[in-house]
């Protein structure tokens, strides 16, 4: 872990805690959770908002607005005055949560951590064909399976390509040969009554 201290998530968010992480590493399956990257920030002069830009993995903001809304809905959420998607490609992922006035914006989104997708499990099964089969590996193993895989395939991959040079010499080689007699090749081919007979003569004379 000191080299690789956890996943490399492509959506980006906050790993929270490593216990599940270390598992995966050692057995090859594991658990861990994941939050959002959110800020409390001020929306207008008397209004204060959590503003998320970074989304645990395979979570999108349409599945996150949802929940806050069924949350809302259920009662279960308080304090939520409105939810604006302001995602763009320029700016990237912004999700801009509105907090009514007299709430904290921190409670709410300790509510919103426990009730929707801002924070999520993540978990590792780390299948590997190994010799024809399935088998769960930990990380230092699946290194090693799939250096070993690597090296068997550049070694049959350069040993393929030998092979067609070594083909491509030896023709190369008899064309130097006939180059440097041309005049008792081109006698052989018109004195054999067929290619075969052509070809026979050849190998047999150079």
């Known amino acids: 872990m000191e080299y690789v201290p956890g996943p490399d998530l492509p959506t980006g968010g906050t790993i929270v805690g490593l216990a599940g992480i270390k598992d995966a590493y050692l057995t090859g399956r594991g658990s861990f959770k994941t939050r959002a990257k959110v800020s409390v920030e001020a929306i207008t002069a ?73 924070e999520d499990s993540f978990n590792i099964n780390a299948v590997a064909l190994v010799d024809g089969g399935p088998q769960t590996l930990g990380l230092r193993e699946l290194l090693s399976v799939y250096v070993g895989h690597r090296i068997e395939v550049v070694t049959r991959r ?17 064309l130097l040969v006939a180059i440097v007699d041309i005049d008792e090749v081109i006698q052989v081919i018109r004195t054999s009554d067929d290619t075969e007979q052509a070809r026979t003569r050849l190998i047999d004379v150079f």
Do not use: M, W
């Open 46 to 118: 008397r209004k204060s908002g959590l503003v998320v830009t970074e989304l645990p993995y395979l979570v999108g903001p349409e599945r996150v607005i949802e929940k806050i809304k069924d949350g809302v809905t259920s009662k279960k959420l308080s304090g939520i005055s409105d939810v604006t998607d302001l995602t763009d490609r320029t700016h990237g992922l912004r999700l801009v949560i509105g907090i009514k006035t007299g709430f904290s914006p921190l409670a709410v989104l300790e509510q919103l951590y426990r009730y929707t997708p801002l």
């Open 158 to 174: 350069s040993a393929y390509r030998l092979a067609r040079r070594k083909e491509r010499l030896h023709l190369v080689e008899g």
